[in-house]
């Protein structure tokens, strides 16, 4: 395949590369629309299923590398990749999901009636410690960081699976694309085991695909 003097300027430039940003698989509590946040939850057998299917589709994109959270629902998402290409799960703490104080393990509606004020004011698009846990622009301080430091170790044209969380993953595209924070909920949630993709060229990172990977679902999480 001949390379054109563009491509070639690019690739040389350390351009070119992809980033898969995967959500983990369905488990019990998004179901129940419980906020997780940090807490450690397992996948549900549909989460498992949705993980091996998804894994077969993104193995074929090739990838190079694979980080995830080390929360086990990203973990055990990021293993069915694993087992199909032979890479390596990074596992990386700053890829965990927001922390969100008292609100984890209670559902929208127990939110709703005991911290009626601080959820509306979330849902306005303010900047609230969710359950006096983390603002979302001190998730992306932590977690995009971590996203660029493995993409760095990326060849030319490379592609990185990150495996990581609705929230986290929401706030790490804002930040990447260069987005003010109050504009970061103009991103969609991910439903389960869906991912976006951003692409690198000349001016930076570009939104090249979102919630992608099968017909549309609705989003379960923390996040909505």
């Given at each position: 395949?001949?390379?054109?003097p563009?491509?070639l300027a690019a690739?040389?430039a350390g ?8 959500r983990?698989g369905?488990?019990s ?6 906020f ?18 998804a894994a ?9 590398a694979?980080v995830?959270s ?6 055990d ?16 703490e ?8 008292v ?9 709703l009636a005991?911290?009626?004020e601080e959820?509306?004011a979330?849902?306005?698009g303010e900047?609230?410690?969710r359950?006096?846990?983390?603002l979302?622009t001190?998730v992306a301080d932590?977690?995009?960081p971590v996203?660029?430091r493995?993409?760095?170790k990326?060849p030319?044209?490379?592609t ?10 929401r706030?790490?595209?804002?930040r990447?694309l260069?987005?003010?924070a109050?504009l ?9 085991c ?7 060229g ?18 379960l999480?923390?996040?909505?």
């Amino acid at each position: 395949m001949t390379v054109g003097p563009g491509e070639l300027a690019a690739r040389s430039a350390g351009r070119g590369r992809r980033l898969i940003l995967w959500r983990h698989g369905q488990t019990s509590w998004n179901l129940e629309r419980r906020f997780q946040g940090t807490t450690d939850v397992d996948l549900t057998d549909t989460g498992r299923a949705q993980a091996r299917r998804a894994a077969r589709l993104l193995a074929g994109l090739s990838p190079d590398a694979i980080v995830a959270s080390d929360l086990r629902r990203a973990v055990d998402t990021a293993s069915e990749l694993a087992a199909l290409t032979g890479l390596e799960v990074v596992q990386e703490e700053g890829l965990r999901e927001t922390y969100a104080g008292v609100w984890q393990g209670l559902t929208h509606d127990e939110i709703l009636a005991r911290h009626g004020e601080e959820y509306l004011a979330w849902k306005r698009g303010e900047p609230v410690r969710r359950g006096g846990g983390e603002l979302e622009t001190e998730v992306a301080d932590r977690a995009a960081p971590v996203v660029l430091r493995h993409a760095d170790k990326l060849p030319a044209g490379g592609t990185l699976v990150v495996v990581s969380h609705g929230g986290t993953i929401r706030t790490t595209i804002g930040r990447l694309l260069g987005l003010d924070a109050h504009l970061w909920e103009g991103l969609g949630g991910l439903s389960n085991c869906c991912w976006s993709v951003l692409g690198e060229g000349a001016r930076g990172w570009r939104l090249l695909e979102h919630n992608a990977g099968s017909l549309p679902e609705p989003v379960l999480g923390d996040d909505t």
